[in-house]
């Protein structure tokens, strides 16, 4: 998916895919070679909540780091907001892509909607598959438990903040976003 974050004149591509790449830090630097206008990370898609958390996490990056930014480069900064930790270390822990990992997400910040684009295409071709926006929102049993304990989400509070008739995935999701956004508070 791509949208405009209006108000900063910037274009986001959020997607995912159904691969693991190889050699994920020489993938990075290729896509910054290649892009280097375009902000760009890829984290386990296993280990995030969905596509409105990635939203939310991103947007609340890029004004992060247009003001008062926790790390020194933009991927970084998307890293850390969407990992909800302040130190690139845990957060490449919590939601890093590692030799276990089997599905990705990946996000793409640029100054148009070309350039992000181009970077979709990049990592559909250096993939060898297309990008599936659906595998956002789908939740196997095992994202659903790296979630919970990736974000720390307990079972009593997770029972607190679920609405009637809410999915407990979309519940998780919002305890995500919150944890996320209180990292600009941390700072």
């Known amino acids: 998916m791509i949208f405009e ?6 274009w986001v591509w959020i997607s995912a895919f159904n691969a693991k790449p190889q050699n994920i830090e020489q993938l990075l ?5 290649k892009h280097p206008t375009v902000g760009v990370q890829i984290v386990d898609l296993d280990k995030v909540p969905g596509r409105r958390f990635l939203t939310l996490a991103t947007i609340n990056a890029f004004k992060s780091f247009h003001s008062k930014p926790i790390a020194k480069t933009l991927p970084m900064e998307l890293l850390l907001y969407i990992s909800g930790q302040k130190q690139i270390t845990e957060a490449l822990g919590r939601i890093g892509v590692t030799p276990q990992t089997r599905r ?3 996000l793409a910040v640029g100054d148009s909607d070309e350039q992000v684009s ?3 295409k990049f990592l559909a071709d250096i993939l060898g598959q297309g990008y599936d926006d659906q595998l ?3 939740w196997p049993q095992t994202r659903t438990e790296n979630v919970r304990s990736g974000y720390d989400i307990g079972d009593k509070e997770l029972m607190a903040v679920v609405q009637e008739k809410e999915p407990l995935t979309r519940a998780m999701e919002r305890l995500a ?4 956004a209180m990292l600009a508070a941390r700072k």
């Open 5 to 10: 974050i209006p108000q900063e004149g910037q």
């Open 29 to 33: 630097r290729i896509a910054v070679e």
């Open 104 to 106: 990705v997400a990946a």
């Open 118 to 120: 181009a970077v979709a």
């Open 136 to 138: 956002l929102d789908d």
């Open 177 to 180: 976003v919150e944890r996320s």
